[in-house]
């Protein structure tokens, strides 16, 4: 097997080929992704979608064939924005799926996807060109997460971390995003000041190192929705992110950027 795609909610993908491995993030539904290396019931994988590599448990692939892969890769997709969903695969089982997952070779006038020779109907919202009201579009995305729980290497409402929050809301949008925020921030344009940030702008922080080590979304002047511990809504300024809780700096800013068009 060369080519695979989830046809699960979500798969974990580990640093090592072993459950207790670290989890460094995860393939949603209907994300294609290359196979490069088999052992002992695991494979490596690399992910088409932002060439994030890792270990995937092999029994919850779906195998594609080349044909299909390319198929994919050529073919438009379109992107669920409910925040879950449920995708009829018979008349006793459905599959859910959550905000960010694709549904590959897209048919825009029977709202269907396929993946391999399964069809499937698409009863929800979907997000297929890039919207008219971009940046009102993503904060009305990035609030639906509001007080999801932190999780390292997470990308769904039911756990998510700080760059794959950014990543899956400017997925919604049909913006690409590198994986990590160390990837992202080479991104787009540098703004100086904080009053120049409109929604949908992307916050980077740093530690004492200079390493970058968060991402937030600006929502409005400053007010940044961020996932630290859970997706939250902190205040921000030119030092960084204020915690509106605690009273206190927990983020320090290094740069913000303009990604959107």
Known sequence: MNYGI????????????????????????????SVHEQMMGWCRIVLAYDGYEGWVDLKMITPLAERTFEKI??????????????????????IMIVAGSSLPCWRPYKHEFSIGRETFKMTGKFSYHQPAELRKFMIRQALMYFNAPYLWGGRSPFGIDCSGYSQIIYKMVGIKLPRDAKDQ?????????????????????????????????????????HASGKVRIDNVDQFGIFNVDTKQYSHKMRVMKRILP
């Open 6 to 33: 989830s046809g699960l909610s979500i798969i974990p993908v580990r640093k090592e080929p072993s459950e207790r491995s670290e989890m460094v993030t995860q393939i949603l539904f209907g994300e294609h992704f």
């Open 73 to 94: 890769e050529k073919a438009p997709v379109a992107v669920c924005i409910d925040i879950f969903n449920l995708i009829p695969v018979d008349d006793e089982q459905n």
């Open 185 to 225: 921030v080479h991104l787009g344009e540098a703004l100086t000041f904080v009053e120049e940030a409109q929604p949908g702008d992307l916050a980077f922080f740093d530690n004492d190192e200079g390493h970058i080590v968060h991402v937030g979304i600006i929502w409005e002047k400053n007010k940044i929705i």
